[in-house]
């Protein structure tokens, strides 16, 4: 079984240009989290999909964050236009249907770097 | 306040002996616990889950929740170097849900 896929591993843009992270979650899994880990800190709940649909996107920090998951597969995160305060490291997390205790399963994350 | 709280370590065990990781949460409506392990530059893998009060053995690890005290701790026996990582403590209010994670404790097993 393939795990949770991310896309780029590394990003490095300028302040002020978008950048667009994907996730593939494992097949079959509706839930679709993704989370964000700034240096130093703890890892951040951002946002969760039930398949197509927004479940929960009480964490996400602004309106230039845009999270689409179209067709209930794979996720895109989109930052537009990028601040110096969203580097970090961008983690995406599925798990299978329902609200259970399914565990999460995690991404190697997006490292994301706005100089 | 933090949500989930951990001491940041870095925790220093010989190889053999047995490591004690701690974890402190804030919101009593809290009612799913978890330890992750992450290796530097990987993604967290879940090791442990908790649910009620006690203890919850799984091989060399044991999980303890104290609900009334907002605590949980993980115990790893025979501690090996391969267990060097960070230990991330996480909660949720209801299953997997907006889990809240700690910083990590960064433990070193040293041989």
């Known amino acids: 079984e393939a795990g949770v896929t991310q896309f780029p591993s590394h990003s490095v843009i300028e302040k002020g240009q978008t950048v667009t992270l994907r996730c593939d979650p494992i097949s079959g899994h509706d839930n679709l989290y993704w989370y964000r880990r700034v240096m130093g800190k703890e890892i951040k709940f951002l946002l969760h999909?039930?398949?197509?649909?927004?479940?929960?996107e009480s964490g996400m920090p602004n309106n230039r964050f845009l999270a689409e998951r179209t067709g209930g597969t794979y996720s895109t995160l989109k930052v537009q236009p990028a601040e110096l305060e969203d580097s970090g490291v961008y983690f995406c997390a599925s798990s299978p249907r329902g609200t259970g205790n399914s565990p999460l399963h995690f991404g190697n994350g997006t490292r994301l770097t706005v100089t | 306040q933090k949500e989930v709280e951990q001491n940041s370590g870095p925790l220093s065990v010989p190889e053999g002996a047995i490591a004690s990781l701690n974890c402190t949460y804030s919101d009593r409506g809290s009612q799913s616990f978890f330890w992750y392990r992450q290796y530097s530059g990987k993604s967290p893998e879940l090791i442990m889950s908790i649910y009620s009060n006690g203890d919850k053995e799984d091989g060399r690890f044991t999980a303890q929740l104290n609900k009334a005290s907002q605590y949980v701790s993980l115990l790893i026996r025979d501690s090996q170097p391969s267990d060097s990582a960070t230990y991330l403590c996480?909660?949720?209010?209801?299953?997997?849900?907006?889990?809240?994670f700690g910083t990590g404790t960064k433990l070193q097993v040293i041989p």
């Open positions: 996480a909660a949720a209010l209801r299953g997997y849900q907006k889990v809240t």
């Open positions: 999909f039930v398949k197509e649909s927004k479940q929960d």
